[in-house]
């Protein structure tokens, strides 16, 4: 089974440009959508979007406008920028692997990564 | 979007008792729904999928029950390792959503 290793900055100031990484390790990585998800005290876990290994995304309708998910095939990486960050977007952020690409109806998310904590703070 | 809802918030049991958790989605989501396990400092690891299938490696003491808007997670002869936070999702709609949780602690 894949594993997932993330990293990215942890403290922003507000209005900067939130930004990590997360790197996925063994299986197949073409065969899954790779999301990004939050986990903060007063949302809770909050899916964020999802790519896949040809660049298709889906994105939380909440978050579209500042969201862009990325991805780089030859390194089996994936990226989430999150711009015009505030004190909402504080958070715990974690990588999973998701549904398959050629199948709908498998969207549970496993394996996780590690989770960065995010803080923004003037 | 579709708000799931978990009761109670905190259940309190003791080592070797049975834990009913319950997980419910404001319209049907079919059998499209997960169960995590959350231990502190540590992210959210899959138990169940769906709404009955074990994960790999999960203990048979867990199970998963129900369809359409109601939904239970039983864990059988609590171990010391299973108290933690567990929390439904829903992937029935490609907006995935979360339950806020059950935390189940030491009584």
């Known amino acids: 089974q894949e594993q997932l290793q993330q990293w990215g900055a942890g403290l922003l100031k507000p209005s900067e440009t939130l930004s990590l990484t997360c790197a996925v390790y063994?299986?197949?990585?073409?065969?899954?959508?790779w999301n990004w998800i939050r986990q903060s005290p007063g949302k809770g876990l909050e899916w964020i979007g999802e790519?896949?290994?040809?660049?298709?995304?889906n994105y939380n309708p909440s978050l579209k406008s500042r969201v862009t998910i990325s991805v780089d095939t030859s390194k089996n990486q994936f990226s989430l920028k999150l711009s015009s960050v505030t004190a909402a977007d504080t958070a715990v952020y974690y990588c999973?692997?998701?549904?398959?690409?050629?199948?709908?109806?498998?969207?549970?998310?496993?394996?996780w990564g590690q989770g960065t904590l995010v803080t923004v703070s003037s | 979007e579709i708000v799931m809802t978990q009761s109670p918030a905190t259940l309190s049991v003791s080592p070797g008792e049975r834990a009913t958790l319950s997980c419910r989605a404001s319209q049907s989501v079919s059998n499209n729904l997960a169960w995590y396990q959350q231990k502190p400092g540590q992210a959210p690891r899959l138990l169940i999928y769906?709404?009955?299938t074990r994960a790999t490696d999960i203990p048979a003491r867990f199970s998963g029950s129900g369809s359409g808007t109601e939904f239970t997670l039983t864990i059988n002869s609590l171990q010391s390792e299973d108290f933690a936070v567990y929390y439904c999702q829903q992937y029935n709609n490609w907006l995935f959503t979360f339950g806020p949780g059950t935390k189940v602690d030491i009584k």
């Open positions: 999973a692997r998701g549904g398959l690409v050629v199948a709908a109806g498998y969207n549970w998310f496993d394996p």
């Open positions: 063994g299986g197949s990585f073409s065969t899954y959508y």
């Open positions: 790519i896949n290994h040809s660049g298709s995304t």
């Open positions: 769906g709404a009955s």
